[in-house]
């Protein structure tokens, strides 16, 4: 069985020290052990970010794209291999910025496919422009005099685009994201996981201390996962308590359910040497 | 009058059925036993604007059509005014002179026979609906060529599968009051052509788009993902058309980036992918094209040409898009790119490239045009005995087993590392859009990197040597050597018949792969032939150019053409002849 050990690679993080990441790192990991899910079976798929490169130190098949693109990218794959488990991990400007159409529709399409968004509210690798889901008025080396626009707001779009399961973790809650994690694997349908995640150097105002003071858990409030309404109105609260956890969970077929041709087994197990084009052949004729 | 060749066309409105009728006709000659090209054209317009289909069918083989109309068909006055020149000596137009009347001088040409035909009244006689004119008109086509009328009506049931059974009657009925209507008045009498109905073995009517599908299909493509674009769109079409006959899967996507992207996880995963668009789509995917290359994933694009630059000429024809899809994206690596010239060529090519892509890891491009890819052809039912799949260099499972430490980019002699894909285990490894060492882990080193660059190349280098030489039609000893890519193949060929019968001896050189580039051939032709000449659908002789930077040779004589419109024969030919 896998045991953290396992999950190890001959690389180390190089985030910066007290970022965000690691947390995550550490959850996914974990989720993977508690899930018991053989790392040859899983596949990390990622954007470019600080976050997004992930996938090199997690020792299950990776593949660390270009910016934006994790999801389509791991959509591909999922649908080449309906046995695989996949997950994606990019920053908030790969989903919600360049990525966000790919975002908006790999909700609709609900594929099995976790997707966790390490939400820092600041572009990293770059180091520290604004992001998509900067706070209004927030000043970075692209907005010094403060971001003019609304931030977008990402567990309403993705109640709006018809995602299954929507939550949000905090890095600083570890346990609590492990868990969302794992349910959003066992979830069968598309999972957003948006990690509120620290950027220790590039963003002073939503520090550790910032979300601290504000988060609450969802699961301790009687919260009903299942109504669409309520988890759009839970969506609406940021500015003075924020809440993390499971804000809407809903079953309906995923995108393979619809697929027939997979139905037995996935393209990648079908045989293509001899087909047979006979037929088709006739038709043009 | 010449008998057993016919070039046949229909004008009208868009929106008024003009591609159904024109495919209708040309079904008919093919399920003649003629050989059968034929091309439509039209404006980026759903309704209104002027729409045309033109089909040649002769006893022999025919590689592209004709400048020259024998029979016109207009469905209104437009057609006439644009195309009467086309007409050749002794030829007719059949239209409504109800609704257009004319007179042999009105429209200045007296060497051709006016048909009126009441094809409104014939329509609303036969179920009463106007748009059947285009039936009625069918029926007379077919009248004046002495053909079978029950050809016709069995490829009218055929290609009308799936509509009102009444709808399908009433189209029947409408064809056989336009044959009656010729017959009756003996019309045809002087209209000298006439096509027979030659036996033997039935053939495709295809275009290169399906031709490139089936090749797909054939070649075990197992998900194909495409946003819509003119003219790649009729492979998005025939691939969805065959979802669940051949448990393929098709999606189309929210645009062209997340097509190749999709392509490229699912090349990655293991399964054989393929994603088709035109220049403006191609755009978009030039920088997952390096992805693809940097994680030497096999992927197969085809990029169906238009005149461009940007949305440029929707419908229309060009081959302007070689150098980019040479150069497209950052950085150096290799790539293939193929140019298909017929519907053979799409056939087998588009197998070949799925091979290829595996075998090299890497990206495949096939170059197609709308030129190719719209307008069908008959063709022998493609022969499949020497097909083959070549999935390259793929660990098994036991080998992997076996293996101490699996480096997915090992370096190799050839370049060429064996792959292993997800769920096997013991092949782990990262993908990465970044450099990275031989495990695919992340490398910023000088050394990694040049020998990563130097292996990508290796693997090139060996294509070089594998990929088949250039294709020479026509004798080796000749006056002059003709050299061209994609389309251009079927008016060349013809040009060389033209030039045939004035005793002009040619050859062509046609280069179907051009990315690994066949340098030594080309060369050879400089050494050994008196004139070249190069034919291309563009403006700046980008092949020719391409020759240059490969050969150091110039081409002097260069026929270029690239007004959103396709070679004729005709015009090759008479280029040719100056030249000489
Ligand atoms: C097409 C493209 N544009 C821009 C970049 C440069 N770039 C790299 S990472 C990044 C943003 C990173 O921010 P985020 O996604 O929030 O991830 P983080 O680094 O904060 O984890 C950008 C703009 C790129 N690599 N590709």
Redesign the pocket.
């Known amino acids: 069985m896998v045991e953290l050990a396992d999950l190890k690679t001959v690389g180390q993080p190089n985030w910066c020290p007290g970022c965000g990441?690691f947390a995550i790192w550490h959850a996914l990991k974990s989720a993977i052990v508690e899930l018991r899910l053989e790392p040859h079976n899983v596949v990390i798929f990622s954007?470019?970010?600080?976050?997004?490169k992930m996938p090199h130190w997690v020792n299950t098949y990776g593949f660390h794209g270009?910016?934006?693109r994790p999801l389509p990218i791991a959509t591909g794959a999922r649908l080449a291999n309906n046995n695989l488990t996949v997950i994606a991990v990019?920053?908030?400007?790969?989903?919600y910025?360049?990525g966000i159409g790919h975002f908006i529709h790999a909700m609709r399409r609900n594929l099995n496919i976790t997707y966790i968004v390490?939400n820092?509210q600041?572009?990293?690798?770059?180091t520290g422009?604004t992001?998509p889901t900067s706070d209004k008025g927030f000043t970075t080396k692209s907005t010094p005099t403060g971001v003019i626009e609304m931030p977008i707001n990402p567990i309403a779009l993705a109640i709006a685009s018809e995602a299954t399961y929507i939550s949000r973790g905090f890095s600083k809650e570890m346990k609590h994201l492990t868990k969302l994690i794992v349910d959003g694997v066992r979830h069968e349908g598309f999972a957003l996981i948006d990690v509120l995640q620290p950027?220790v150097t590039f963003n002073r105002k939503n520090t550790y201390e910032w979300f601290s003071e504000r988060v609450y858990k969802l699961e301790e409030t009687g919260y009903d996962v299942t109504n669409k309404q309520a988890a759009f109105l839970k969506s609406l609260e940021w500015n003075g308590r924020i809440p993390i956890g499971l804000f809407y969970r809903e079953i309906r077929p995923t995108y393979e359910d619809e697929l027939p041709q997979i139905a037995e087994a996935p393209l990648v197990r079908q045989r293509i040497e001899e087909i047979n084009i006979t037929a088709l052949m006739d038709e043009f004729v | 009058m010449e008998n057993n060749s016919l070039s046949w066309k229909i004008g009208g409105e868009a929106g008024y059925g003009i591609m159904t009728t024109g495919f209708i006709f040309a079904k008919a000659c093919s399920r003649a036993g003629l050989h059968v090209f034929d091309h439509a054209e039209y404006p980026s317009l759903i309704r209104g604007g002027h729409n045309t289909y033109q089909v040649r069918a002769e006893v022999e083989e025919v590689f592209s059509h004709v400048k020259h109309v024998d029979l016109l068909v207009a469905l209104n006055k437009e057609t006439i005014d644009r195309h009467k020149e086309e007409l050749a000596p002794g030829g007719g137009i059949i239209y409504d002179g109800g609704k257009t009347p004319l007179s042999e001088e009105g429209l200045g040409r007296e060497d051709v026979k006016l048909n009126s035909i009441p094809l409104l009244r014939l329509a609303e006689e036969s179920g009463g609906r106007r748009i059947m004119i285009n039936s009625v008109a069918l029926g007379a086509s077919v009248a004046f060529i002495n053909f079978d009328f029950e050809m016709l009506s069995s490829v009218i049931r055929d290609v009308y599968r799936g509509k009102a059974k009444e709808t399908i009657e009433f189209n029947i009925k409408a064809a056989r009051l336009g044959y009656n209507y010729v017959k009756s008045k003996g019309m045809e009498e002087d209209f000298g052509r006439r096509l027979p109905k030659v036996g033997g073995k039935k053939r495709m009517l295809l275009t290169g788009n399906e031709a490139t599908g089936l090749g797909a299909i054939k070649a075990g493509c197992k998900f194909y993902v495409a946003y819509p674009m003119t003219p790649a769109s009729s492979i998005l079409h025939l691939m969805a058309a065959q979802e669940r006959n051949f448990s393929l899967v098709v999606k189309h996507p929210e645009d062209e980036i997340a097509s190749i992207n999709m392509a490229i996880g699912a090349g990655f995963a293991g399964v054989r992918a393929m994603t088709a668009t035109s220049g403006g789509g191609f755009s978009l995917m030039t920088?997952a094209l390096g992805l693809a290359a940097m994680t030497e994933t096999p992927v197969v694009i085809v990029v169906c040409q238009r005149p461009g630059p940007s949305t440029g000429l929707a419908t229309r024809t060009e081959q302007g898009d070689l150098k980019f899809v040479l150069h497209a994206s950052h950085g150096d690596f290799p790539r293939f790119v193929i140019a298909p010239g017929d519907v053979e060529d799409c056939f087998y090519k588009t197998i070949e490239a799925f091979n290829l892509a595996e075998r090299y890891q890497c990206p495949v491009i096939l170059i197609l045009d709308k030129f190719l890819s719209e307008s069908h052809k008959t063709a022998e039912k493609f022969d499949v005995s020497g097909v083959k799949t070549d999935r390259g260099l793929l660990f098994s499972d036991e080998e992997l087993e076996r293996i101490e430490e699996f480096k997915r980019y090992e370096f190799t002699e050839t370049g060429i590392s064996p792959r292993a894909i997800p769920s096997q285990r013991g092949g782990i490894f990262t993908a990465t859009g970044n450099e990275h060492d031989e495990t695919g882990y992340l490398s910023e080193d000088k050394t990694v990197r040049t020998k990563m660059m130097d292996k990508r190349f290796r693997k090139f280098e060996q294509a070089e040597r594998e990929i088949p030489e250039p294709k020479l039609f026509g004798p080796k000893e000749v006056e002059v050597t003709i050299i061209g890519w994609g389309s251009t193949k079927g008016p060349i060929r013809e040009a060389m018949k033209l030039l045939d019968r004035d005793g002009i001896k040619a050859n062509f050189l046609q280069i179907i792969y051009i990315s690994p580039f066949p340098k030594n051939t080309v060369s050879e032709i400089f050494e050994t032939s008196k004139r070249i000449v190069i034919v291309e659908n563009n403006k700046t002789a980008q092949l020719a150019s391409l020759i240059k930077e490969k050969t150091g040779k110039e081409i002097e004589h260069k026929i270029l053409k690239y007004d959103g419109r396709q070679f004729f024969p005709t015009d090759i030919y008479q280029r040719v002849k100056e030249v000489l």
């Open positions: 990441n954007g470019i970010g600080c976050s997004s270009i910016h934006g990019g920053g908030d400007g790969d989903g910025g360049i390490t820092n600041v572009y990293g690798l770059t422009q992001s950027c | 920088e």
